[in-house]
């Protein structure tokens, strides 16, 4: 069997900026933007003339990144930003934080509140959800001990 890697994870948004601004919040850093057209696109995303802004987030030291991508060509499709947990599909993106209740108050003053409450599972994990821009979950988790 061929070496697997987990390289990425995609969110296309329709404000660019401002889901750039709330992940690099969070504390991931800008590895890279561009745009994205021609064959190599439309052969991949099977949509005839597309055109793509993309950001590349990582978090500080590398590992698995975020790719926002922004379509100029055709128009975004709107999603369910009030999707909750049990609606299929992709439904949040986690990151392990230091210290959970700082990071909710710090998303919290940039107006971003939690989907529910800061739970904890026995003594090993504290997590909660907090919903972003345009209705992206991000799930928060701090180990105990």
């Known amino acids: 069997m061929a070496r697997v890697r987990f390289d990425h994870v995609g969110i296309t948004v329709a404000d660019l900026e401002s889901v ?3 992940f690099v919040g969070l504390g ?3 590895e890279g933007s561009m745009f994205v057209e ?3 696109i439309d052969t991949v995303i099977d949509i005839p003339d597309s055109r793509t802004q993309i950001v590349m987030l990582r978090p500080p030291g590398g590992g698995t990144a975020i790719e926002l991508s ?3 060509r055709p128009d975004h499709e709107p ?3 009030s999707a909750m947990a049990n609606e299929l599909g992709l439904r949040n993106v986690c990151f392990e934080v230091d210290d959970l209740q700082a990071t909710v108050d710090l ?3 940039d107006g971003y ?3 529910g409450g800061i739970g904890q599972h026995e003594d090993i994990w504290r997590m909660a959800y907090v919903r972003g821009p345009e209705g992206i979950v991000v799930s928060l988790a701090e ?3």
């Open 113 to 115: 509140g939690l989907v």
């Open 107 to 109: 998303l919290a003053e």
């Open 70 to 72: 922004s379509f100029v």
């Open 143 to 145: 180990r105990m001990g």
């Open 28 to 30: 991931l850093e800008v």
């Open 79 to 81: 999603g369910s930003p």
């Open 38 to 40: 021609g064959e190599f």
């Open 20 to 22: 750039t601004a709330f």
